[in-house]
């Protein structure tokens, strides 16, 4: 079972970290709540999952491998760069999904110590239909707005195996100095 | 000859990473994986730093770290995480496998690099 606020909290730490993981070249990123995903015409998705003894959390991210994602994801390249192979294209999805996950799984870290990541996985959006047998208990879709310009798409599922409880102050940021180096 | 070795199973992070500090006047090898950095380094034992992500497939970044201490025998080249994880189970484990350093993803090369020149100029 997953109480009302834990799911609150689930929802707010993944809004934030799409928010904090998604820009590329200093884009500004938006990110709302949806109801359904129906007019969803994405291809591919990226998945990645944040686990504890609790619960499993899978994040993903809907993208179409066309030309406006792709200018996107190649947004900080510098003046003249060719344009990024598939490879490189994929490769961009995948570690921006890997980021997203790597702030939602480090905030989520306060709370059960023993919280860990996947590596992100590029599948056809085609598996989504398969979510359902996970049993999931709290599923959330969002709707991300990047550079004001170009739409995807995103959702959270999470499968509970036991009582998940935790309590997110709003008011209370997440104090990660990412890119910093700390010495030992 | 290559003064830091960057761990990457990303292209993206690896050309970003080993771009920059090309950029910046070092020189960068790179490896795709933990089991490639080992067998990097043991190829070539004089390299300064390694930048090294956590979550690869084929062997992790702290397994690397370890054998490299063990298995290698270095006990000099620097060795600093750069990923997502922030866990301080992950970092406990690395201190006691000598790493250095440990970086939160992303990658933001001016924060780090006068650091990093310290690094493979000791």
Redesign the interface.
């Known amino acids: 079972m997953i109480t009302d606020r834990a799911k609150a909290g689930f929802d707010r730490l993944l809004v934030a970290s799409l928010k904090s993981g998604m820009p590329v070249g200093g884009a500004r990123v938006d990110v709302e709540s949806v109801k359904e995903l129906g007019k969803v015409k994405e291809k591919k998705i990226v998945i990645l999952t944040v686990s504890s003894y609790l619960f499993r959390a899978i994040a993903i991210l809907y993208f179409r491998p066309d030309a406006a994602t792709r200018a996107y994801f190649n947004r900080s390249a510098e003046e003249g760069a060719p344009a990024l192979t598939d490879?490189?294209f994929y490769?961009?999805v995948?570690?921006c999904g890997?980021?997203v996950?790597?702030?939602f799984?480090?905030d989520l870290?306060p709370f059960f110590?023993?919280?860990?990541?996947s590596?992100p996985n590029i599948i056809d959006k085609d598996c989504m239909q398969y979510v359902d047998l996970l049993g999931c208990s709290l599923t959330r879709h969002y709707r991300i707005v990047l550079a004001g310009e170009l739409t995807l798409y995103a959702t959270l599922c999470v499968a509970d195996y036991g009582l998940v409880d935790f309590h997110v102050d709003p008011a209370v940021e997440a104090a990660?100095?990412?890119?910093?180096?700390?010495?030992? | 000859m290559a003064q830091i070795l960057v761990v990457d199973d990303s292209s993206t992070v690896r050309d970003e990473v080993a771009g920059f500090l090309k950029r910046n006047g070092l020189d960068v090898a790179t490896a795709v994986d933990g089991k490639d950095g080992l067998s990097k380094l043991r190829l070539d034992p004089k390299l300064k730093l390694v930048v090294s992500d956590v979550n690869m497939p084929n062997m992790d970044g702290l397994t690397m770290a370890e054998k490299i201490r063990g298995e290698l025998g270095n006990k000099t080249v620097n060795i600093v995480m750069l990923t997502t994880e922030n866990s301080p189970i992950m970092k406990e484990r690395g201190k006691a496998a000598g790493i250095k350093g440990w970086i939160v993803k992303p990658f933001k090369g001016d924060a780090v690099l006068a650091t990093f020149k310290k690094l493979v100029e000791a």
């Open positions: 490879d490189e490769d961009r995948a570690e890997n980021v996950c790597g702030a799984n480090r870290g110590p023993h919280v860990g990541m590596t990660v100095d990412t890119g910093e180096l700390e010495m030992f």
